[in-house]
């Protein structure tokens, strides 16, 4: 199978966009998936540019983990879901089927048999692609054909009878995203390590989550007056210490990133 070429014909593309670009070519609809605790953070500020005309699914993942008053305002704009359930998974079929009615009304005048609409799954890093995928799949027995413009390897899954599913995600890059963006996605850990600090964005994250949910930070530290909520009380009052009975600090950022992105702060969603 030919692995995809860039514009220029001249060898593989040369950037993760152009990669993209020429995954999506092949498709006839793109899954785009944004992480439910930051709904509006992890939709890539370049998409109507690198999607084009290609229709689109917004799906919200991570419901069970997300603040559903933030969620709100997406109800009508994609399918909002948890993974850990079946529900959703019609829907999503149905809206698809929907999206590209036009591309198999357009086939059947041209003449031209009937075929599953091509779909892949794009998002930026952490926010559930590969997990949708696995999702959608189920125990269904991978049903696998040869695509022009495919990496060598990768595979179509039928997920529907007029539905096939591209088995390997598509990544969006982080590198066109401003710093306070990558700050609260590294909240949710939706970007690389490599991206950020993790004391600078646990101190970040904790002023932001002391001003929008005051009453989880209360329960999360207790006797503790919110407003005054630093990463060294909360090392004092967790018995986080360092050589010499010092607060712990860096302890406390690893561990409010750990339990704010395990759900264990509470419902939280950042948009």
Not at 54 to 81: M, Y
Not at 97 to 115: D, M
Not at 218 to 226: A, F, L, R
Request: charged share 25%.
């Amino acid at each position: 199978m030919p692995s995809p070429r860039s514009s220029t014909g001249k060898g593989p593309p040369s950037t993760p966009f152009q990669k993209l670009r020429e995954q999506i070519k092949w498709v006839d609809l793109v899954f785009e998936v944004v992480d439910a605790r930051a709904p509006a953070s992890s939709r890539h500020p370049n998409s109507d540019e690198i999607f084009g005309q290609k229709p689109r699914l917004l799906i919200v993942t991570k419901e069970d983990l997300a603040d559903r008053r933030v969620l709100d305002p997406f109800q009508d704009k994609g399918v909002i879901l948890s993974l850990k359930s079946s529900k959703g998974k019609e829907k999503i079929f149905k809206k698809a089927l929907e999206l590209t009615q036009e591309k198999r009304t357009s086939l059947a005048k041209k003449g031209i048999l009937p075929r599953p609409m091509r779909i892949c799954v794009v998002g930026m890093p952490n926010v559930g692609k590969s997990s949708l995928i696995n999702w959608l799949i189920g125990t269904k027995k991978a049903k696998v054909a040869d695509r022009p413009g495919v990496t060598r390897g990768n595979q179509w899954v039928r997920v529907h009878p007029q539905l096939e599913l591209l088995d390997t995600p598509g990544i969006l890059p982080v590198s066109a995203l401003d710093r306070e963006t990558i700050i609260r996605l590294a909240l949710f850990n939706l970007v690389p390590a490599s991206n950020y600090e993790v004391e600078e964005v646990a101190r970040v994250g904790l002023e932001i989550l002391k001003s929008h949910y005051p009453e989880l930070m209360q329960m999360y530290v207790p006797g503790v007056e919110v407003d005054t909520l630093t990463l060294e009380l909360m090392a004092e009052k967790k018995h986080f210490v360092t050589t010499g009975a010092k607060p712990d600090h860096m302890r406390a950022a690893q561990t409010l990133l750990s339990d704010l992105r395990a759900g264990k702060i509470g419902r939280v969603s950042l948009v």
